[in-house]
């Protein structure tokens, strides 16, 4: 069973910097293609970014594009999110999410990821 655990969450203000980590309680992360969602309230889950298990592909939504950057440390087991140019916008729960490897999971299709973890709050606020 992999248990997936979020931090770095936080308030920061708009134009800085935040970095996310999810990591394992249980299980191997480096097995999975591992991305972030996004769900502000009274919206619907977004998707942010994936990556695949080997670190070789990556994918953005479009409003995060040129702005995160996904990463993992295999060695670490943790994947990290760096969040730049932050935005009022960005305001949400951030969960991470493990799936196997395939076309569903790299192009951050929601339901092809099994595991979920309980998510990190991250509040851009002046």
């Known amino acids: 069973q992999v248990q997936l655990v979020e931090s770095g969450g936080g308030l920061v203000q708009p134009g800085g910097s935040l970095r996310l980590s999810c990591t394992t309680s249980?299980?191997?992360?480096?097995?999975?293609?591992v991305a972030w969602f996004r769900q502000a309230p009274g919206k619907e889950r977004e998707a942010v970014s994936c990556?695949?298990?080997?670190?070789?592909?990556?994918n953005y939504g479009d409003s995060v594009k040129g702005r995160f950057t996904i990463s993992r440390d295999r060695a670490k087991n943790t994947v990290y999110l760096q969040m730049d140019s932050l935005k009022a916008e960005d305001t949400a729960i951030y969960y991470c999410?493990?799936?196997?490897?395939?076309?569903?999971?790299?192009?951050?299709?929601?339901?092809?990821?099994?595991?979920w973890g309980q998510g990190t709050q991250v509040t851009v606020s002046s």
């Open positions: 249980g299980g191997l992360l480096n097995w999975y293609t």
């Open positions: 999410a493990a799936g196997f490897d395939g076309p569903g999971t790299i192009n951050l299709q929601s339901t092809e990821f099994g595991f």
């Open positions: 990556i695949s298990s080997g670190g070789g592909s990556t």
